[in-house]
């Protein structure tokens, strides 16, 4: 194959991913509006994320309506089949430019979607937060989309400061940790939701959801934000240097690290879901704000 | 915790303006503050009484952090202690009703024949601290958990003094090197240097470096064209206990006993030789013309004091692949050379190189100079390609190009305190992911005075009890269900 070829594929996947996220959107809203007013939580016995949300809704056990289950099932398969398109895109962008596929801002974006989705897949699983699912789905739509419309660049060689193994593994970092953060903010917002209206503490489903992902996020920041330093020391010479994605990587850092000390304090539940909420803004600041707006070392987002 | 938490938000709020105003020492463009001051005069002298242009350095960001640190001790320190008393301490007895405990489980135990003894050797087995009793089993596993939390909170004091190690001792400093010339490491040999209060200027690295040679290769088609693809700089080294050759490329520093050489940068330094009115050469050799855009246009000045009959400078634009420009003048397409091109402007008259005054190698003084100009009155202009000679007026003398070379920059740093930054943060990273990811729990086996026999977990953190930790654990001793009041293991 040669790369013009990938390219291309890489170039239809995402079109197609586009497609059948859609599909599965248009799906999944009402499945979700129809359980929402029919039923209380029942995990579904599906394998792959219950599509069906917790209800503080009256205590009526009743199983969720066939229709409803069968319309999540179906948008159920879409998520896993747009998945799939987008990973096989970030795989043919690899393929095509001959390097790991995250040299760019549309490359990050590209990717960044295939590890939202990816990842709300492998938490999702044997939980019952089918609800975040349409909200998923939507927020991978628009990352996808915006990626495609506003930051995409042809395939080409990287700039030589770019040209380091510290590329692969800063970036791969702060991809996975920023997608676990998307699904750890999509679950605290739905948590801080249902606390208003007034929901059940015992089923917390969406705050154990956001507290898993958090925990596993903060980490593989904490080592975004190192393996950068060390990097930024073989190539500038120094290893912090208040950059602008440095202090916002810093920010972000700051803000979960205040998330994390906030949720083992007595009654600061919701603030702790505000703090994480703030840090996910940092994060996406950085990426959007700080690559387009404001001038500095980072300027690599060739758009 | 309250403390840390309001004071985490302050910090990650103050960290802000410091990204959204120019900063002064911040590397990527050394005018921003400068700029900025030009466009907004009324509101930056106040900005600037606020420490806003250098956010970092700040007493308010430092008394954040300074306080944050503090509060951290002061967290930190008695934790130590009490740490240090839980490890020393046996696990705790089990509590009266294990039935309210996580994945209590009861049931005989008749396959086996002694249940306590398997469980503790099953236990100890898998690394819990366990202490029997003729009734009881108690055991307890995931200390790492407050250890990794201990050295995460420690790693960021280390991570202080390694990061005071640089900003006190350490130094950066650039300089330009033309293919050919070398460089000796001494203060005085750089362009610019900013050493730390405690740096040690005199003592610097004995070293000698030498620029052989530079390549750059740039992209020659496609949407990107003109962006650059690589770069090296051949270079070779002079040390007290080392000598050799090296390339320097991007991500590929040179590094002698920890003084680092960091290509930052490159450009042309056309060679000019310029002779004066009675044919003597006055100046020659290779001078550093700056580069001002993209396609590498760039500036520069040659200056002739001591010609004759009058003392001559000359203003230049080097463009390395010269093209006709839209309104007509030349401007440069590439940045490699394609088709070099110097144009030339001349003066004459004072310098100001003697007035004591400090002057920069790249601009002239205008004061006391006057512009040569041809016979027709309009100022003196030439386009000279390598090897051309060409006249000045009025006798002054004349000036060829003799050919090009290339300069490179580097960014010359030591940090004394780098390595100690690093242990830190590799401390940090360990001490993080064990208070994050180990759970910290207790399980008890107790045998009743029935036969019966209970075994339950209690988590001492926020993690879960490890799923089917407890049901190995009944396995193992042949645990089988005795009333069927067996609940169920949290997840």
């Not at chain 1, 129809?34 to 792959?48: C, E, I, N």
């Not at chain 1, 020391?233 to 994605?245: C, F, L, S, T, V």
């Not at chain 2, 099953?122 to 200390?143: N, P």
């Not at chain 2, 460089?183 to 750089?190: D, H, L």
Request: charged share 20%; net charge neutral.
């Amino acid at each position: 194959m040669t790369s013009f070829d990938a390219a291309a594929l890489s170039d239809a996947f995402v079109t197609s991913a586009l497609a059948v996220f859609s599909l599965a959107l248009v799906v999944l809203a009402p499945a979700a509006a129809l359980s929402r007013t029919r039923t209380r939580t029942a995990p579904l016995s599906v394998p792959v994320p219950a599509l069906e949300g917790p209800r503080d809704a009256p205590a009526l056990r009743s199983a969720p309506t066939h229709g409803s289950t069968r319309l999540a099932g179906a948008g159920q398969a879409g998520v896993v089949l747009g998945t799939i398109l987008v990973c096989l895109a970030v795989v043919a962008r690899g393929v095509a430019a001959g390097r790991a596929p995250w040299g760019n801002m549309y490359e990050f974006g590209l990717t960044g979607s295939a590890a939202v989705a990816v990842a709300f897949l492998i938490y999702s699983r044997r939980r019952p937060v089918g609800g975040l699912a349409p909200w998923t789905v939507a927020l991978v739509l628009v990352l996808l989309g915006v990626s495609v419309t506003s930051l995409y660049t042809p395939v080409d060689d990287l700039v030589p400061v770019l040209n380091s193994r510290w590329l692969v593994v800063h970036v791969a970092a702060a991809i996975a940790a920023g997608a676990l953060f998307t699904v750890g903010a999509l679950a605290t917002v739905a948590q801080l939701v249902r606390q208003r209206r007034g929901g059940n503490d015992q089923e917390d489903h969406f705050g154990a959801l956001a507290h898993t992902v958090h925990l596993v996020a903060f980490p593989i920041w904490t080592f975004a934000v190192i393996a950068g330093a060390v990097w930024a020391e073989n190539a500038w010479g120094r290893y912090w240097g208040w950059d602008p994605k440095e202090t916002w990587a810093f920010i972000t850092w700051v803000f979960y690290a205040a998330h994390l000390h906030a949720l083992s304090t007595v009654g600061w539940r919701r603030r702790a879901g505000l703090l994480a909420i703030a840090g996910f803004l940092a994060f996406l600041f950085n990426f959007f704000g700080v690559n387009l707006w404001i001038p500095g070392l980072h300027s690599y987002a060739g758009v | 915790m309250r403390t840390a938490i309001v004071l985490l938000v302050l910090l990650a709020l103050t960290a802000v303006p410091g990204s959204l105003l120019p900063q002064r020492g911040v590397a990527s463009d050394p005018a921003a503050v400068a700029n900025f001051y030009r466009q907004h005069p009324d509101l930056s002298p106040w900005l600037d009484r606020l420490s806003l242009f250098n956010v970092y350095s700040a007493p308010w960001f430092a008394a954040v952090y300074v306080l944050l640190l503090v509060s951290m001790t002061g967290c930190v320190v008695p934790r130590c202690a009490q740490l240090w008393r839980d490890f020393r301490a046996a696990p705790p007895p089990a509590p009266r009703r294990l039935s309210r405990e996580t994945g209590h489980r009861r049931g005989d135990a008749a396959a086996t024949t002694d249940p306590l003894n398997a469980a503790a050797a099953y236990l100890r087995a898998r690394r819990f601290r366990v202490t029997s009793t003729g009734h009881e089993v108690r055991a307890e596993k995931g200390r790492s958990r407050e250890l990794g939390n201990l050295a995460f909170h420690l790693s960021l004091l280390v991570l202080l003094f390694g990061v005071a190690g640089g900003k006190l001792f350490g130094y950066e400093g650039r300089v330009a090197l033309v293919e050919g010339t070398t460089f000796a490491n001494v203060a005085s040999s750089y362009d610019a240097l900013t050493p730390a209060p405690w740096a040690d200027v005199n003592g610097l690295e004995p070293l000698e470096v030498t620029l052989d040679d530079f390549e750059a290769e740039f992209e020659t088609e496609g949407a990107r064209f003109g962006e650059p693809r690589s770069f090296e700089a051949a270079v070779s080294y002079e040390g007290d206990e080392e000598n050799g050759t090296f390339t320097v490329r991007p991500n590929r520093p040179l590094d002698i006993n920890g003084t680092k050489f960091f290509l930052t940068g490159h450009g042309y330094a056309p060679e000019l030789t310029v002779r004066d009115g009675n044919g003597d050469v006055a100046a020659s050799g290779p001078t550093i013309f700056l580069p001002v855009d993209q396609a590498f246009t760039s500036d520069g000045v040659v200056k002739v004091p001591d010609a004759r009959p009058a003392p001559l400078a000359l203003q230049g634009l080097f463009l390395p692949t010269a093209v006709e420009g839209p309104d007509g003048m030349g401007v440069s397409a590439f940045p490699d050379q394609v088709n070099p091109i110097v144009q030339l402007m001349a003066f004459t008259g004072d310098l100001g190189l003697d007035d004591g005054t400090t002057q920069s190698v790249y601009e002239l003084d205008f004061t006391d100079l006057e512009q040569v100009r041809d016979g027709e009155g309009k100022p003196w202009r030439v386009r000279l390609a390598p090897g051309e000679t060409v006249r000045l007026p009025d006798g002054l003398g004349s000036v060829t190009f003799d050919g090009l070379s290339r300069f490179a920059n580097f960014q010359v740093a030591r940090d004394p305190g780098k390595e100690v930054s690093l242990v830190a943060a590799i401390l940090l990273m360990l001490g993080l992911t064990a208070s994050l990811a180990v759970p910290r729990r207790r399980i008890w086996v107790r045998r009743n005075d029935d036969g019966t026999v209970e075994v339950a977990a209690r988590s001492l953190s926020r993690r879960p009890v490890p799923p089917g930790e407890l049901h190995a654990l009944a396995s193992a001793i042949g645990l089988s269900p005795a009333d069927g009041r067996q609940h169920k293991e949290e997840e």
